[in-house]
T-cell receptor, first 112, second 115 residues
Framework: DTAVSQTPKYLVTQMGNDKSIKCEQN?????MYWYKQDSKKFLKIMFS???????INETVPNRFSPKSPDKAHLNLHINSLELGDSAVYFC???????????FGPGTRLTVT | AQKVTQAQTEISVVEKEDVTLDCVYE???????LFWYKQPPSGELVFLIR??????QNEISGRYSWNFQKSTSSFNFTITASQVVDSAVYFC????????????FGAGTRLTVKP
């Protein structure tokens, strides 16, 4: 069974569109995250959610919004996509008190 | 600034060589956690190890070993007798804000092991 899953794995879309990436974890973790990995492999945290509460909100554009319907899901919505949004987006989860994060397989977003 | 530095951008070795990946961190906190992750060519991020700031004991897991030294703010990773399957990008990371889960990643070191 996949611990952290993301859909879709690949997403190709045009500028200006709105898209969502879904993430689910079956590890029973209480915190979930979204990361962006750029073309140079640099990983930057975007958001984290704990018990439906936003803990970190890095300086990302407000076109990006996380939505967590429950502890096992943290979806990423992106409005008005721009070329610079092209990247690999990783979802991750962790259990408070253990701290290591487990990552999903990533979603490669290409904006044309 | 609190951050993680991996000075080695790329390393290339021949199979069976030992290789050490360097990681230096900066933090004002007394409690923090350090990690290593592996990203193979397939793209997933694989958790390798966690080390707490109050535990400087080094760790060995098979061909992998980690050297944590608070005096030099370093958390280095050594692969002994490297294999082609070790080829990947390796990330050092630090949880520098326990309350807000502020995880910072280094820029990564691309390791290529040639047969």
């Amino acid at each position: 069974d996949t611990a952290v899953s993301q859909t879709p794995k690949y997403l190709v879309t045009q500028m200006g569109n709105d898209k969502s990436i879904k993430c689910e974890q079956n590890l029973g973790h209480d915190t979930m995250y979204w990361y962006k990995q750029d073309s140079k492999k640099f990983l930057k945290i975007m958001f984290s959610y704990n018990n439906k509460e936003l803990i970190i909100n890095e300086t990302v554009p407000n076109r990006f919004s996380p939505k967590s319907p429950d502890k096992a899901h943290l979806n990423l919505h992106i409005n008005s996509l721009e070329l610079g949004d092209s990247a690999v987006y990783f979802c991750a989860s962790s259990h408070r008190g253990q701290y290591e994060q487990y990552f999903g397989p990533g979603t490669r977003l290409t904006v044309t | 600034a609190q951050k993680v530095t991996q000075a080695q951008t790329e390393i290339s070795v021949v199979e069976k060589e030992d290789v050490t990946l360097d990681c230096v961190y900066e933090t004002r906190d007394t409690t923090y956690y350090l990690f290593w992750y592996k990203q193979p060519p397939s793209g997933e991020l694989v958790f390798l190890i966690r080390r707490n700031s109050f535990d400087e004991q080094n760790e060995i897991s098979g061909r992998y070993s980690w050297n944590f030294q608070k005096s030099t703010s370093s958390f280095n990773f050594t692969i002994t007798a490297s294999q082609v399957v070790d080829s990947a990008v390796y990330f050092c990371a630090a949880l520098l804000g326990i309350i807000n889960n502020d995880m910072r990643f280094g820029a990564g070191t691309r390791l290529t092991v040639k047969p």
